[in-house]
């Protein structure tokens, strides 16, 4: 265990504050920044334009990597999943997926999850802690290093294990160090935080960040939802929908995206693909459905290609905007609704 405090907690305004405590020019902190976020170096020996005060400083006070690299599987289609090692000795999983036009890194910001969404492999390991906000950051800076070449990705997003409004403070802090032009320095409408439906935290998040809401939607009728997604027995869709329709941070805004898991006679009726629309009415939308990716403990299968093409018929024309998502690593348990299933089986072995 690393008794030194995470300086990847801090973004960079509270770092600055810091500084400034131990009686540090405020500016160190914007040059400490750069030299971590934007350059990569995380040794402050290699900080070459830091007193050698400074650096020994650093290196005595403060602990500059939250996460290190177990394992890194590549699947054929260049996706790469990595199983990083916290201090406690716990594994966090992330995914580097390369396209055409941009690399996207998703995110875990809890080991586990305690939501237990029913076609989640993540659901059914159970919740072991948040993550902190120096390992949500840490794990851009590791993928970074060991499968970008030192690439920062064009695109984060929050969709890798956990439920980050559970975690809320912790992802607020990673987001503003991705958004600030002086640390990772990404455009807010390229991060892209995604929620279940903790319905009293959407708006705090909104406010408090200017980043993509993606809500995991998954049903048209409670019924349906709450056997995918026990949360919204609490939350109902009225209660969900509901909620973003009264938000200006959402109807003044980006469109919400909403993720369908298309899961074979559940919820991938011609019925289901007719409601969607009046349900997400006065919401600008995006709807990205995924085809289910099957995992072994899960009951659920994808539909057929000829059921995917009727649901998608059935929303031709009825003013949403809709993709069909392609997976991507399935071979490497990296695709939606996967991790934990490789680093639950190397825990128990
Ligand atoms: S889908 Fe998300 S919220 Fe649900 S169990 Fe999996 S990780 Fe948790």
Not at 70 to 89: C, I
Not at 96 to 105: A, G, N, Q, V
Not at 131 to 143: F, K
Not at 159 to 174: F, I, R, S, W
Request: charged letters at 25%.
């Amino acid at each position: 265990m690393n008794a030194r405090p995470q300086l990847k907690s801090l973004a960079l305004d509270r770092l600055r504050d810091q500084f400034a405590a131990e009686g540090l020019p405020r500016y160190r902190a914007d040059q400490v920044a750069a030299w971590i976020y934007q350059r990569g170096v995380e040794d402050p020996r290699g900080m070459t334009d830091l007193s050698h005060e400074l650096r020994a400083h650093l290196q005595g006070s403060w602990a500059l990597r939250a996460l290190e690299v177990e394992r890194v599987d590549y699947s054929s289609d260049g996706t790469a999943k990595a199983a990083l090692r916290t201090h406690d000795d716990l594994l966090v999983e992330a995914v580097w997926i390369p396209e055409e036009d941009r690399t996207t890194l998703c995110v875990s910001t809890q080991i586990g999850c305690a939501m237990a969404c029913s076609f989640c492999a993540t659901g059914s390991m159970g919740f072991a802690r948040n993550l902190t906000s120096a390992e949500i950051v840490d794990q851009v800076c590791r993928m970074r290093e060991v499968v970008g070449s030192g690439r920062t990705p064009s695109n984060v997003v929050f969709m890798g294990m956990g439920e980050p409004l559970l975690n809320l403070d912790a992802v607020v802090e990673a987001v503003r160090l991705l958004i600030d032009p002086k640390a990772f320095g990404l455009a807010p409408r390229r991060v892209t935080v995604s929620t279940v439906g903790v319905v009293p935290r959407i708006g705090a998040l909104l406010e408090r960040v200017p980043i993509n809401l993606a809500i995991s939607l998954h049903a048209t009728t409670d019924e349906v939802r709450s056997r995918l997604v026990p949360l919204n027995r609490r939350y109902p869709l009225e209660a969900l929908l509901g909620a973003l329709r009264g938000l200006d941070s959402v109807t003044r805004r980006r469109p919400v995206f909403f993720e369908y898991t298309l899961i074979a006679g559940v919820n991938d009726s011609v019925e289901d693909a007719r409601r969607l629309p009046a349900l997400l009415a006065g919401i600008p939308s995006k709807v990205n459905l995924i085809p289910m990716n099957p995992h072994p403990d899960s009951p659920y299968a994808p539909p057929e290609a000829a059921v995917i093409d009727d649901f998608l018929a059935a929303l031709a024309g009825r003013g949403l905007t809709v993709t069909l998502r392609r997976s991507r690593g399935p071979d490497i348990q990296a695709a939606c609704g996967q991790l934990a299933l490789r680093t639950r089986a190397a825990s128990a072995a």
